[in-house]
């Protein structure tokens, strides 16, 4: 019973959380307009890029480590490294770019924002590896409803973007220093940089986690590309219009996060112990909730999806409906895949998603070049779902062989 109810509080948390930047990006709609929604998206999708560094693909890891080769501490100080390195590469990027100083602004503090995110997921990985996953939904929850409050309060008074994500990142800061640092300090004793051991052990991990990480990395520019080129080669509003057509389909890579995180430590024991028909039952579960949920939410944007994006978005948004179906199947695809990447890196087969991510931010940017030249932002949905089809065709023969070759512990 606990663990169901643990669950419920997780997956609710985690739904408010994601869903508040879906509610912000509507609320900028309604506000600021178009143009507004595309510069906040952009720097969403640029920050969530270099922030991948200072994520490190270590929360998997790290929920993963069932032997406990690293402590909570190693994980610690290894985030508060790798989010510092993450900070500086973005604004190294935002000042070589052409943008504004304006738009530079608001990509940098966003970083903040994610960078304070970011500290708190490694605490809430220590909670999880103690069997406290309602803690987890319950600050995520927090966040989320402090993070709407904040921005949209902000916005509608100042119609300052900056301003507003500003006292956003306070919002979240504040949940940090109440409420996250304080339970985390019920599972780790021990005083960060007390010894040397501890960080010459982050490197260690860091050299374990690095293509973790560069795998991740690669997830975040094969979402982050059609955006930028869709900026680049059209406009800052042609950005906005495809970002809140494909707003609603986050629902989709919501649920799957809260599905994967999980399973995640299961498909470690279980590959761990070579239990073949455990670990493709797993992965097959997966795969056919995703699945279903795509059909679910294609059937109601076949039923009523055309009244529900005109009343969020207004009539301006119609003549890109289409497009919507697109992004559910690319963000269906996106959570399958994204359950092969849970596996490999549980199982340590860390080359593998970094392998077929490679190769498809290589076609997906080749396939944007052309496809949003000659057919706009739905030329962006195209070549996004083009190349998410051949991936998930190469990591579905990949797991499989791996799995077959396991052999069971005696």
């Known amino acids: 019973m606990k663990n169901l109810l643990d669950s419920i509080y997780y997956n609710a948390g985690n739904f408010?959380?994601?869903?508040?930047?879906?509610?912000?990006?509507i609320i900028l709609v309604h506000l600021g307009g178009f143009e507004d929604a595309g510069y906040f998206s952009l720097a969403m999708t640029i920050s969530n890029i270099f922030i991948v560094v200072g994520n490190y693909g270590i929360r998997i890891y790290q929920v993963s480590d069932v032997n406990s080769q690293y402590s909570d501490n190693v994980y610690v100080l290894s985030r508060i490294l790798t989010v510092i390195v993450s900070m500086i590469i973005c604004i190294g990027y935002s000042l070589l770019m052409d943008y504004s100083i304006g738009l530079i602004a608001v990509i940098l503090i966003y970083a903040v924002y994610k960078c304070i995110e970011t500290y708190s997921d490694v605490l809430s990985g220590i909670w999880q590896k103690n069997g406290n996953m309602k803690d987890v939904g319950l600050s995520l929850g927090l966040k989320g409803i402090l993070n709407i409050i904040a921005f949209s309060s902000v916005f509608f008074l100042t119609r300052n973007l900056f301003v507003s994500v500003v006292v956003m990142a306070l919002s979240s800061a504040l949940v940090l220093v109440t409420f996250d640092v304080r339970k985390t300090e019920l599972y780790v004793k021990e005083k960060l940089f007390r010894?040397?051991?501890?960080?010459?052990?982050?490197?260690?991990?860091?050299?374990?986690?690095?293509?973790?990480?560069?795998?991740?990395t690669l997830v975040a520019v094969f979402n982050g590309?059609?955006?930028?080129?869709?900026?680049?080669?059209?406009?800052?509003e042609a950005l906005g219009v495809f970002s809140s057509v494909s707003v609603p389909t986050v629902v989709i890579s919501t649920f799957a996060g809260g599905v994967l995180l999980p399973i995640a430590p299961k498909m470690a024991e279980n590959y761990e112990n070579g239990n073949k028909k455990n670990l493709i039952r797993l992965m097959l579960v997966s795969d056919f909730i995703m699945v279903f949920i795509g059909l679910l939410a294609s059937v109601g944007a076949l039923l009523i999806g055309e009244e529900v994006l005109t009343f969020i978005f207004g009539y301006e948004i119609l003549p890109y409906y289409n497009l919507f179906y697109y992004m559910i199947w690319v963000n269906v695809l996106l959570a399958m895949?994204?359950?092969?990447?849970?596996?490999?890196?549980?199982?340590?087969?860390?080359?593998?998603?970094?392998?077929?991510s490679g190769f498809a931010c290589i076609l997906l940017i080749l396939l944007c070049s052309y496809y949003i030249r000659e057919n706009g932002i739905f030329g962006a949905g195209c070549a996004m779902l083009f190349a998410l089809v051949v991936q998930f065709v190469f990591e579905t023969v990949h797991i499989s062989i791996i799995i077959l070759k396991r052999k069971r512990c005696s």
């Open 16 to 25: 408010i959380y994601l869903g508040a930047q879906m509610i912000i990006s």
């Open 195 to 216: 010894e040397e051991k501890q960080l010459s052990k982050v490197w260690l991990l860091l050299g374990a986690s690095v293509l973790s990480m560069a795998s991740s």
């Open 225 to 236: 590309v059609p955006k930028i080129m869709v900026e680049k080669i059209l406009d800052a």
């Open 337 to 356: 895949i994204n359950c092969y990447t849970t596996l490999f890196i549980s199982v340590r087969q860390l080359k593998s998603p970094l392998i077929h």
